[in-house]
């Protein structure tokens, strides 16, 4: 029987389904194994089922000597050398769809938090800080029909869209890599062609463009010296924002308060003043988190090393150019 390792002891139900057609290895323990664990453990393996945060490299590619896959159990996969899984014949996959809407749900979540300063006025809370009735040192913004920019109109930004505008009538508008025309007919959403003139004029932010070279610190000094008392929510990857002007715009006032679910580098530095900023909420990459998501990513990833070893076409393929 040809055999798997699945690199985390978390998921029962994927477990279950590869036990139907594979000898499953689990790693027990909730950590990520080290490269020397993951040669170890994946020699003989036709597939390694895979966390965002195991760094698949290509020392451990290179030494795999049956594998046929790595089904990472993220949308990103940048924790893998797939060019080197490329030369090797060695085809990855990964999970993305079935968590759009937890995403959306999420990112509203912490666009709501930020409004309302929930989080930050639990903190006073957890201090003893709540002598009388005082709502002034927490008073927050309104989210009705308040001016919403995202930057990548993906699918989870476009879930997110969809709630902001038929659940609190925002007004928001986008700027993309490409126009989203029937997006914009659809729900009424306004495409601005140049990132700057989107910031300028929002009062909440949310990012959710993937990380490129291109992406990479799109909001950075220049774009922070633009806002006006932003709520910025970061739910796409830490890198997009360079987090030490962050910390400079939370000081003079052009951020007003932000919530990343992404840092850089993850998990914080625990230290930083950034972490540890009055007006900073974060959040340890949750944005997939539900109970249901997390189980219907692992049944996915699980599903695309099944459909490999039978040939058949995977749920959803990296395709490595
Ligand atoms: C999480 O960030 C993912 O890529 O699924």
């Not at 995202?150 to 505008?165: D, E, H, K, N, V």
């Not at 925002?170 to 062609?193: H, T």
């Not at 995977?314 to 395709?319: A, D, K, P, Y």
Request: proline fraction near 3%; glycine fraction near 4%; charged fraction near 20%.
């Amino acid at each position: 029987m040809d055999k798997i390792f699945i690199t985390r002891n978390w998921h029962v139900d994927a477990v279950k389904l590869l036990e139907n057609h594979f000898e499953v290895i689990v790693w027990n323990n909730s950590n990520s194994p080290t490269e020397d664990d993951i040669i170890k453990y994946s020699k003989g393996c036709f597939g390694v089922f895979s966390e965002f945060d195991d760094i698949i490299t290509k020392n451990i590619i290179d030494s795999s000597d049956q594998l046929k896959i790595i089904s990472n159990r993220a949308v990103g996969y940048e924790n893998i050398d797939i060019n080197t899984a490329k030369l090797n014949k060695i085809r990855v996959g990964n999970t993305p769809g079935v968590l759009v809407e937890t995403c959306a749900d999420f990112t509203m979540g912490l666009l709501l938090d930020l409004a309302r300063n929930i989080t930050y006025s639990n903190r006073a809370v957890l201090k003893g800080n709540w002598k009388s009735f005082n709502q002034t040192p927490y008073l927050g913004t309104d989210v009705y029909k308040k001016k919403l920019a995202i930057i990548g109109l993906g699918q989870i930004a476009t879930a997110f869209s969809r709630r902001a505008i038929h659940g609190f009538q925002m007004d928001v508008s986008y700027w993309s890599r490409n126009r989203k025309i029937n997006l914009d007919n659809e729900l009424g959403l306004q495409y601005i062609d140049n990132i700057n003139d989107l910031i300028s004029s929002c009062d909440y932010l949310s990012i959710h463009c993937s990380l490129t070279p291109e992406t990479y610190r799109i909001i950075d000094k220049e774009q922070f010296m633009l806002m006006k008392n932003v709520k910025l929510i970061n739910t796409s990857r830490g890198p997009t924002i360079n987090q030490d002007e962050l910390l400079i715009a939370l000081n003079n006032g052009n951020v007003e308060s932000a919530a990343l679910d992404v840092t850089d580098p993850e998990p914080p530095d625990y230290n930083s003043e950034l972490v540890n900023h009055p007006k900073i909420l974060i959040t340890p990459h949750l944005g997939s988190g539900s109970r249901e998501t997390f189980n219907k990513m692992a049944l996915m990833a699980a599903q695309n090393i099944i459909n490999v070893h039978k040939n058949h076409e995977m749920v959803s393929e990296v395709i490595i150019d």
